[in-house]
């Protein structure tokens, strides 16, 4: 059974900064990649970023210079830093590992607002 557990999120203002993690629990063999999502009401689930296990990142042009995604391979965890936030950021974020499947996290609220 593979579970994801995160945490960091909250309510910043505009030009604030946020970092989620995310840690994997279960019996992982092999992890190919992992990821941030976010979700709106009303708007499909959409890729933040993701890193593979060796260290290859691509970011969604929205986050890009603002976000910083980043593992640590041996506990299991990615981490999302998110710097200058937005009004527009406003979403839950979800994590996702991609192992023999892809599995999800609970999600976090990250709210900004003034």
């Known amino acids: 059974q593979v579970q994801l557990v995160e945490s960091g999120g909250g309510l910043v203002q505009p030009g604030g900064s946020l970092r989620l993690s995310c840690a994997v629990y279960?019996?992982?063999?092999?992890?190919?990649?992992m990821g941030w999502y976010r979700q709106v009401p009303g708007k499909q689930r959409e890729l933040v970023a993701d890193?593979?296990?060796?260290?290859?990142?691509h970011y969604a042009n929205s986050v890009k210079g603002r976000f910083t995604i980043s593992r640590d391979n041996a506990k299991n965890t990615v981490y999302l830093q998110m710097d200058s936030l937005k009004p527009e950021d406003t979403a839950v974020y979800y994590c996702?590992?991609?192992?023999?499947?892809?599995?999800w996290g609970q999600g976090t609220q990250v709210t900004v607002s003034s």
């Open positions: 996702a590992v991609d192992t023999d499947g892809v599995y």
């Open positions: 279960g019996s992982i063999f092999g992890i190919n990649a």
């Open positions: 890193i593979t296990t060796v260290g290859y990142i």
